[in-house]
């Protein structure tokens, strides 16, 4: 059973949601890459459609557009996606994942590119509010 977290931008209100997919809305995934298009009705977004943009596999290995295929390699790195260098000319050998999604992966981002009739906000406001309660509930009080 496929099941991973979809992290989806919205750049118009610079706000992430997260989404908890599985079953066969995750297969809608499966086998996509870095740049590719997704129905957003797939994942209960009626409308959207989202344009994968990375993603990481179960040991936190990070996706890179770069690389085809879906296999995982340690390539050389001098910057970008899986190495950030402090000094200049630095490079180091690092673990990375290719373009392509596979059942391994654990988080997908995705941003929004085509918006539908219903904000994305009142798909959420629900799951907020419960959040929110128990929070509420866990903290001990002060005195």
């Known amino acids: 059973m496929v099941d991973f977290k ?6 118009k209100a610079g706000r992430a949601y997260n989404v908890s997919v599985s079953g066969g809305a995750a297969s ?7 740049g590719d298009e997704v129905d957003g009705g797939s994942v209960g ?12 596999d179960r040991n936190g290995n990070p996706m890179r557009g770069d690389l085809p295929g879906m296999a995982r390699r340690r390539l050389l790195l001098s910057g970008g996606i899986g190495f950030h260098p402090r000094l200049e000319g630095e490079r180091r050998r690092k673990m990375v994942r290719g373009n392509e999604i596979t059942p391994d992966f654990v988080q997908v981002n995705a941003v929004v590119s085509a918006y539908g009739e219903k904000p994305l906000p009142e798909y959420f406001k629900k799951e907020e509010k419960e959040g929110a309660k128990e929070e509420k509930k866990e ?4 005195r």
Do not use: E, Q
Not at 45 to 56: C, F, N, Q, V
């Open 6 to 11: 979809l992290v989806l931008s919205d750049t």
């Open 139 to 142: 903290r001990p009080r002060k």
């Open 45 to 56: 977004l009626g409308g959207y459609r989202m344009k994968i943009s990375g993603g990481s």
């Open 28 to 34: 809608a995934f499966l086998g996509k890459r870095v």
